[in-house]
């Protein structure tokens, strides 16, 4: 019975996702049609087998969703809408960069401050937010989206003080790390010269201890049980206020790593050319993959497959590469309400279940009374 139960539960919470996903192909279809477009192309195309070398950037671009949507989960398993971790991986990287590019220490152990540098300044970031949330009331989704465009113009004019200009590049950038202090890459792929980012072990620390933390710890439980009801948590002795700046501070955290791969790994530098946007795919991405350590790593995936696919959908089916934007889009949004269906399906199950189980007691009572 407990097997049986099991299994239906696993099928249910497969269900929701993969009703989410064919929604999204119907609804995609359907504007194709509208607008006139050759439906069938853009499928395969976007479906098609990827080459080797799409892999490694499919798998470069999860690797950073996969952090990023970390953060936004840990946020959102307190009941807190981080909407920050955009501007927060952003101070981040900057402040990284700079530190890193002076080079003070020698190769690893600078690797090592960069990565202490990002998270102070992503959890000294999320802390302002958290302490407007204690201390003043302010809501979380209003004082993270601010902080979001302060952000974007500090490091701006920041940026322009630091200021280091390649000779024959118009792009502004901090100044380059060393090769000492470069992250090397991972040859997953044989025969393929691009390479999976070194950082892809952090990507896999960092969902393995918010696993650890939130499921197997008396802080991680006290975070759940605030998470679902306040008062609940109060009456067991949790202190909410302390709960709430810690879960804030700990998202900024993991939120100031996201930009870790591209830093050392790609770009070496923090300038006008780093990769906007982060923050609110993880947040699709956290919900798509239910804040769940091991359905955040499909999330991330599938989102990066779709954005890498979606770069030929130009030469080869004449559509411009934003639809996948739409389908992306149409996937969360049916994911929430897939899930709430699903939700509710079980409610239903239970009722059944219980109903049936407290008639066949009744029946057993009645036949074991004494005439």
């Given at each position: 019975m407990s097997d049986r139960f099991d299994l239906r539960r696993i099928l249910m919470s497969l269900a929701a996702p993969?009703?989410?996903?064919v929604v999204a192909v119907i609804v995609t279809s359907a504007i194709l049609v509208?607008?006139?477009?050759?439906?069938?192309?853009?499928?395969?195309t976007i479906l098609s087998v990827p080459r080797p070398r799409v892999v490694v950037a499919i798998i470069n671009a999860s690797i950073v969703y996969y952090i990023s949507a970390i953060a936004v989960a840990i946020g959102f398993r307190m009941n807190l809408f981080n909407i920050g971790v955009d501007?927060?991986?952003?101070?981040?990287?900057?402040?990284?960069?700079v530190v890193v590019g002076e080079a003070w220490l020698p190769g690893p152990l600078n690797i090592l401050l960069g990565l202490v540098v990002a998270m102070l300044a992503g959890g000294i970031w999320a802390g302002i937010a958290g302490l407007l949330k204690v201390y003043r009331g302010v809501s979380e989704v209003i004082s993270t989206i601010m902080l979001n465009a302060i952000a974007?113009?500090?490091?701006?004019?920041?940026?322009?003080?630091?200021?280091?200009r390649t000779e024959g590049?118009?792009?502004?950038s901090t100044r380059p790390l060393t090769e000492e202090s470069r992250v090397p890459g991972i040859q997953l792929i044989p025969g393929v010269s691009r390479e999976v980012y070194g950082f892809l072990f952090l990507a896999v620390i960092v969902g393995f201890l918010y696993w650890f933390i939130l499921e197997k710890t008396r802080f991680g439980f006290d975070l759940r049980a605030t998470g679902r009801s306040e008062t609940?948590?109060?009456?067991?002795?949790?202190?909410?206020?302390?709960m709430v700046m810690t879960s804030m501070v700990l998202s900024g955290v993991v939120a100031g790593l996201v930009g870790m791969p591209l830093l050392f790994g790609q770009d070496y530098s923090y300038g006008s050319t780093f990769q906007p946007g982060l923050?609110?795919?993880g947040i699709a991405i956290a919900l798509l993959g239910r804040n769940n350590a091991i359905g955040i790593v499909f999330a991330a995936l599938l989102w990066g497959f779709l954005e890498q696919q979606s770069n030929a959908l130009q030469i080869t089916a004449g559509v411009s590469d934003r639809l996948v934007l739409i389908i992306q889009g149409v996937i969360v949004l049916s994911v929430v309400i897939a899930y709430e269906v699903i939700r509710r399906a079980n409610v239903r199950f239970e009722q059944r279940k219980v109903a049936q189980a407290l008639a066949e007691q009744g029946s057993m009572t009645k036949e074991g009374a004494p005439a």
């Open positions: 993969a009703l989410a996903i509208a607008a006139g477009d050759p439906v069938g192309e853009v499928w395969s501007g927060q991986y952003r101070i981040a990287a900057f402040a990284a960069a974007t113009i500090l490091v701006a004019f920041l940026l322009r003080k630091v200021a280091f590049s118009n792009v502004v609940a948590a109060v009456a067991s002795g949790v202190k909410v206020k302390r923050g609110f795919a």
